[in-house]
């Protein structure tokens, strides 16, 4: 197996273990991640940041919703 072919399979197997963990990225966003992570950036600030990124995209949506409902 080179060496593309074995991050192809690792990127399969996160994506596989993140879908079971309900943590919901996209095969795209996996590959970011990783690549940010050989470039030297924390796992765990990244795992933060995505944290509070879906805490903001809730609070987004929940106040979106409720404009909507308003308007109607």
Same mark, same amino acid.
């Given at each position: 197996?080179?060496?593309?072919?074995?991050?192809?399979?690792?990127?399969?197997?996160?994506?596989? %273990?993140?879908?079971?963990?309900?943590?919901? +990225?996209? @095969? /795209?966003?996996?590959?970011? =991640?990783?690549? $940010?992570?050989?470039?030297?950036?924390?796992?765990? %600030?990244?795992?933060?940041?995505?944290?509070? +990124?879906? @805490? /903001?995209?809730?609070?987004? =949506?929940?106040? $979106?919703?409720?404009?909507?409902?308003?308007?109607?």
């Amino acid at each position: 197996m080179n060496d593309k072919e074995a991050k192809k399979e690792a990127i399969e197997i996160i994506y596989e %273990i993140s879908n079971i963990l309900n943590v919901n +990225l996209d @095969k /795209e966003t996996i590959v970011i =991640l990783v690549q $940010l992570c050989e470039y030297g950036v924390s796992p765990k %600030i990244l795992s933060h940041i995505i944290i509070q +990124l879906k @805490k /903001e995209r809730e609070k987004f =949506l929940e106040n $979106l919703n409720s404009k909507n409902n308003i308007s109607k």
